[in-house]
């Protein structure tokens, strides 16, 4: 960004985080420099470069996917997970009653 001063942001909005990344982007600036100039790290604004691409990308579909559905798709996958781990220590516990030894019991 062209500042004489750089000015101090308290907070990181969206718009202000896309024109740091468009800069960098038409090569106005490095990320480097937004680092050093705003006290942040060079990961910190190279993750912000990958996570506006990605979602250009994203934007760029034919059948965009909103955030809400990929949200709603996480969850899903999630809560399968929870049953299977479920199902797999439930298994265990009956395992372990067959063959007569005790299993930790995970809720104390």
């Not at 982007?25 to 990958?50: C, N, P, S, Y």
Request: hydrophobic residues 35%; proline residues 4%; aromatic residues 4%.
């Amino acid at each position: 960004m062209n500042e004489k001063q750089p000015e101090e942001i308290k907070r990181w909005t969206a718009r202000r985080k896309a024109e740091v990344v468009t800069d960098i982007i038409k090569g106005k600036t490095t990320a480097a420099e937004v680092a050093r100039t705003h006290d942040l790290t060079v990961g910190e604004v190279e993750q912000w470069k990958a996570d506006f691409i990605d979602m250009g990308t994203e934007a760029l579909r034919s059948h965009p996917r909103d955030a809400e559905a990929r949200h709603k798709a996480k969850e899903k996958d999630l809560l399968a997970k929870i049953g299977d781990l479920t199902m797999q220590m439930e298994a265990y516990k009956i395992a372990c009653d067959i063959q007569g030894k005790p299993y930790p019991d995970v809720n104390s």
